[in-house]
């Protein structure tokens, strides 16, 4: 399948990781990934006008009808980006999709495993904005936990995985953030796994010496293209 891709600003710099592994992943699929040009910031969280904030995701919905052969969809990993450009598309014009709608327990089984994951435990956190609202939340709320369990780990961290972590206000109220993120970090277990580059960077900051990584990074270690998690 080709789809367009949406990277948005975080996976361009802080979270370049991620971005590289999305892409390596869906090529170990047999998907085919094509940037939106000249794709512009959503606005995320930072912009105080919703409804300029909208006409920004918008205006990079009609970028992508710009590619041809993407009618498979459109591909947002960062949270904020999926949910600004779910909400632009009022119309349900375009199928747009978190990469964690499409790395389901069926999908991924396709994957060649190399590594299982027997005798550790994760705990998979996805915030607030893959959780709710209902509307532009992913469907399957537990799909890195069938993952991690098809493969013989444990999952940890039920009562905390959909807790906000306070990502967006890291700049503004830090001491908010850090209050938010240990609460996750302390009712939790194990490695932590994300999809967020805002949750990513929050319990990072805030961790120590707890090992937070990226579903992808999960990914590519259980295919053998990463030596250790």
Same mark, same amino acid.
Request: glycine residues 8%.
């Given at each position: 399948?080709?789809?367009?891709?949406?990277?948005?600003?975080?996976?361009?710099?802080?979270?370049?990781?991620?971005?590289?592994?999305?892409?390596?992943?869906?090529?170990?699929?047999?998907?085919?990934?094509?940037?939106?040009?000249?794709?512009?910031?959503?606005?995320?969280?930072?912009? !105080?006008?919703?409804?300029?904030?909208?006409?920004?995701?918008?205006?990079?919905?009609? *970028?992508?009808?710009?590619?041809?052969?993407?009618?498979?969809?459109?591909?947002? @990993?960062?949270?904020?980006?999926?949910?600004?450009?779910?909400?632009?598309?009022?119309?349900?014009?375009?199928?747009?999709?978190?990469?964690?709608?499409?790395?389901?327990?069926?999908?991924?089984?396709? $994957?060649?495993?190399?590594?299982?994951?027997?005798?550790?435990?994760?705990?998979?956190?996805?915030?607030? $904005?893959?959780?709710?609202?209902?509307?532009?939340?992913? @469907?399957?709320?537990?799909?890195?936990?069938?993952?991690?369990?098809?493969?013989?780990?444990?999952?940890? !961290?039920?009562?905390? *995985?959909?807790?906000?972590?306070?990502?967006?206000?890291?700049?503004?109220?830090?001491?908010?953030?850090?209050? /938010?993120?240990? #609460?996750?970090?302390?009712?939790? *277990?194990?490695? #932590?796994?994300?999809?967020? @580059?805002?949750?990513?960077?929050?319990?990072?900051?805030?961790?120590?010496?707890?090992?937070? #990584?990226?579903?992808?990074?999960? /990914? /590519?270690?259980?295919?053998?293209?990463?030596?250790?998690?």
């Amino acid at each position: 399948m080709k789809y367009a891709y949406y990277p948005g600003c975080s996976l361009t710099g802080t979270a370049r990781r991620l971005d590289k592994g999305v892409r390596r992943i869906f090529t170990q699929l047999g998907h085919e990934l094509v940037e939106i040009p000249d794709w512009n910031c959503c606005g995320a969280f930072e912009y !105080g006008n919703r409804k300029d904030l909208v006409e920004f995701s918008r205006a990079n919905l009609e *970028k992508s009808g710009q590619l041809r052969g993407t009618e498979a969809g459109i591909i947002a @990993p960062c949270p904020a980006c999926y949910k600004n450009l779910r909400e632009a598309d009022q119309e349900r014009t375009y199928p747009i999709y978190h990469p964690l709608e499409l790395l389901n327990p069926d999908v991924t089984a396709s $994957l060649s495993i190399e590594k299982d994951l027997k005798g550790q435990v994760f705990t998979p956190y996805y915030g607030c $904005l893959l959780m709710r609202p209902d509307e532009t939340a992913i @469907p399957d709320k537990e799909v890195m936990e069938g993952f991690i369990e098809r493969l013989g780990g444990e999952t940890d !961290g039920a009562k905390v *995985k959909a807790k906000c972590c306070g990502g967006n206000q890291f700049f503004i109220n830090k001491w908010a953030t850090e209050k /938010l993120s240990k #609460i996750i970090l302390d009712g939790s *277990k194990g490695v #932590i796994v994300v999809f967020c @580059p805002l949750c990513h960077m929050a319990l990072t900051s805030f961790s120590k010496n707890r090992k937070i #990584i990226y579903f992808t990074d999960l /990914l /590519l270690y259980v295919t053998g293209e990463r030596k250790t998690l």
